[in-house]
């Protein structure tokens, strides 16, 4: 048996390097320093890297994840890497599924789509190894000149100080202290980190093994998550099959909690039930029962539990991923919920170090983090209590339900087979301004912005010649790779950051990783409808872009303007110019001008003198989609973070308020300065 590997493999392992900190006379300080280069550390400091934060990511050994773990990756994970500019490898590599199924004994009780509408740039999810997903973040994170991934390095101390953190890092040379102004502990469920701060998780272990078979065969069953309530093949439990890449398929079996996990990995345990699951599966699918040619390529048993720390904050260190919490596998909540901290939390500590916003920005991390982690915890055990009926009467009751549920739709809602991961509104979140008018629509105060096909529209800027207009329209119709060095982002950002701030110990070090750093190749995200009148922003590999997410810029606030068919370049200007007010002192925003469905054929181009700072983007809402997403009329403004959460909206612009909301959504509005806990050990 071998691992499930596929392309990534290539890449299974990184060497030991030695690194100049390790010949310092002190400990080396460093603005952040990431522990774990699972999925969420690298996330992580892809994300702070981007947005100009110099990150040391360090990794206890040099291997991707090993063995089959994650396999389904949600749509706002996708969303997130996009944004992260490594989405579309994965999309491509991985199987892309909306439908699932469930089955109850030998018959499908009812079939559900979790993306039942058209217009989303990606699917609901892809299934992709861990290890591949892995071997793609890496893949980017290696194009970061301000990204330091240090392999076999691992963190075996640490040490709270009122204005950083100290650490030992292990390697195969020795030990060397680093210091950090934050730690971000993402070491994993058993988190070293966790354990020596003196720290611990809380929740529920369920006593229950599952046995997860890989398999490679050719079998003709759609890309589909199939779930079986006590099937014939494997009576009184349940079982799980998902497609996979490479024609391998991932079937979790319940065993129940006296069962053997040694005996149960036996190949001579496992095929015969997989033979008998695949006669099946092919029945269900309107075939015959054949079985096709089998391998088996992992086989492991895995128990779980639900919980989480009290406080994700400690000091210095914050925690994300699994050494913050964890839930079972059903719905796919683990990794796809650690990445949505890693989100929270890249543009906080970016903004914090640039001096654009207090630390009090970081609390809101955990508090935003603890309540996701409950509303995952709650859906998962919720799951879990379902799947695994710890008594008699829970499973009449679960009988009942599925019996019912062939026919009637009430009975449909209480079936749980594991709800998938959803991104968690932050309804609650203290960095909203609530709403003042009703809105309905799919997007909710403190979610997630829901995409939408796009259209770019050309505008004239009223500052710029004729022959630059007209090099810069050639420019953009043909998106072209650009070479971007360190330097020259870092002075890009440096000409924004300056006036808000960023202190010079961090210029320094973002200048010192720069001047070392190698030269990177990055596709420009080039754009008609886009112009800066200041520094652009840092360059992300993207594709040429039609979808509104991909018009927010990494590390900005957004602003969507919905207009009227009869805007008129003036009013625009105006609502700019209040914009612009609204963020002075802080990086500027970037504005989409949107403009409704019936506006077509564009007649008049708009001429646009944008203030200093703003990214515009005039874009055509082409399918109606944002309107109806968002429930916007001509005049609604929506204010959304640099994580894309939605943070505040109006029907008209105000420009008191739209500045009361920015400073808001940066925690310089709070009253209290949060207390820190700076146990030191
Ligand atoms: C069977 C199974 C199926 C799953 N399916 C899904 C799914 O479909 N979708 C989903 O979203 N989630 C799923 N999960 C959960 C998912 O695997 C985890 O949530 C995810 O791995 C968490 O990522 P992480 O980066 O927080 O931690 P990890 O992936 O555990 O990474 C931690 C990293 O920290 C490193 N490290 C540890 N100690 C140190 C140290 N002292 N110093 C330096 N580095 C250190 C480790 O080597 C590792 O690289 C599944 C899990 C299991 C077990």
Redesign the pocket.
């Known amino acids: 048996m071998t691992t499930p590997s596929t392309a990534a493999a290539t890449a299974a392992d990184f060497d030991y390097r030695r690194h100049p900190d390790q010949d310092a006379a002190a400990p080396v300080r460093h603005p952040v320093v990431v ?7 690298l996330s992580l400091a892809i994300d702070l890297a981007l947005q100009q934060v110099p990150v040391v990511l ?4 040099g291997r991707l ?1 090993v063995g ?6 949600a749509k706002r994970t996708l969303d997130i890497f996009d944004r992260l500019g490594c989405a579309a490898p994965m999309v491509a590599q991985g199987v892309s599924w909306h439908v699932g199924r469930v089955f109850f004994g030998d018959r499908q009780v009812y079939q559900f789509d979790l993306l039942p509408e058209t217009g989303h740039r990606r699917p609901a999810f892809i299934n992709l190894s ?1 290890h591949d997903l892995e071997a793609h973040l890496v893949a980017r994170a290696e194009q970061l000149p301000l990204l330091d991934l240090r392999w076999h390095h ?3 101390g640490v040490t709270q100080h009122p204005t950083h953190a100290r650490l030992t890092v292990r390697t195969p040379e020795g030990d060397y202290g680093l210091d950090a102004d934050h730690v971000v502990a ?4 058993r988190s ?1 980190m966790r354990g020596m701060l003196g720290l611990d998780t809380h929740g529920r272990s369920f006593r229950d093994r599952f046995l ?1 078979a890989d398999v490679r065969m050719k079998a003709p069953f759609p890309a589909e998550r199939w779930f079986w309530f006590d099937p014939p093949f494997h009576p009184g439990q349940s079982v799980l099959l998902h497609r996979q890449p490479d024609g391998i398929w991932r079937i979790d079996f319940q065993l129940g909690w006296d069962a053997d996990p040694e005996q149960e990995k036996r190949p001579d345990n496992i095929l015969p039930r997989v033979r008998a699951l695949m006669a099946q599966a092919s029945r269900a699918a309107g075939g015959s029962g054949e079985i096709p040619e089998m391998e088996l390529v992992w086989a492991s048993v ?1 128990t779980f539990a639900c919980m989480r720390m009290e406080r994700l904050r400690h000091g210095r260190v914050l925690f994300a ?3 913050a919490h964890g839930v079972s ?1 059903f719905g ?5 919920s ?1 990445i949505q901290d890693a989100d929270n939390l890249a543009w906080k500590l970016a903004w914090v170090i640039h001096g654009r916003a207090p630390e009090a920005l970081l609390e809101t991390y955990a508090r935003e983090r603890e309540f996701a982690a409950d509303d995952n915890i709650r859906h998962s055990t919720r799951s879990t209590d379902f799947i695994t009926p710890k008594s008699a009467a829970s499973r009449l009751f679960r009988t009942a339900v599925l019996d019912l549920a062939r026919d009637f739709g009430f009975a449909r809602k209480l079936v749980n087979s594991g709800r998938l ?1 959803l991104p968690t509104t932050l309804s609650e979140s203290s960095l909203n301004t609530g709403d003042a008018e009703a809105f309905g629509g799919a997007l909710a105060l403190g979610a997630p912005m829901v995409d939408a096909p796009v259209a770019r529209v050309p505008w004239h800027r009223g500052d710029e010649s004729a022959d630059a207009a007209a090099a810069r329209a050639s420019a953009a119709a043909t998106p072209a790779a650009v070479v971007t060095t360190a330097a020259t982002a870092t002075d890009a950002d440096e000409a924004t950051t300056d006036a808000a701030g960023v202190p010079a110990a961090t210029r320094a070090a973002i200048a010192t990783t720069a001047a070392t750093a190698a030269i990177v190749t990055a596709t420009a995200a080039t754009d008609a409808g886009a112009q800066t009148h200041a520094a652009q922003p840092p360059a992300v590999a993207s594709e040429p872009s039609c979808w509104l997410l991909s018009h927010l810029v990494p590390g900005r606030f957004s602003v969507l303007l919905f207009l009227d068919m009869d805007r008129r370049g003036s009013d625009v200007h105006e609502l700019l110019s209040h914009i612009a007010d609204a963020f002075d002192g802080l990086p500027a925003p970037s504005v989409l001008l949107l403009l409704p469905q019936a506006t077509s054929p564009i007649a008049q181009p708009l001429t646009l003198t944008p203030p200093r700072g703003l990214t515009v983007h005039h874009l055509h809402d082409k399918q109606g989609l944002a309107q109806t997403r968002c429930d916007a009329r001509a005049g609604t403004v929506l204010l959304l973070r640099p994580d894309q959460h939605l943070c505040a909206r109006w029907r008209r612009l105000q420009p008191t308020l739209l500045r009361q909301a920015v400073l808001r959504a940066t925690a310089a509005l709070q009253a209290a300065p949060v207390a820190e806990e700076l146990a030191c050990h």
């Open positions: 522990v774990g280069a699972g999925p969420v550390g360090l990794n206890n050994d994840s089959s773990r994650a396999l389904c990756f861990q691992a963190v075996v993402c070491d994993g469920s070293p997860i895995y991923g699994d050494a596998p796919a909540r683990g990794a796809n650690g991961s």
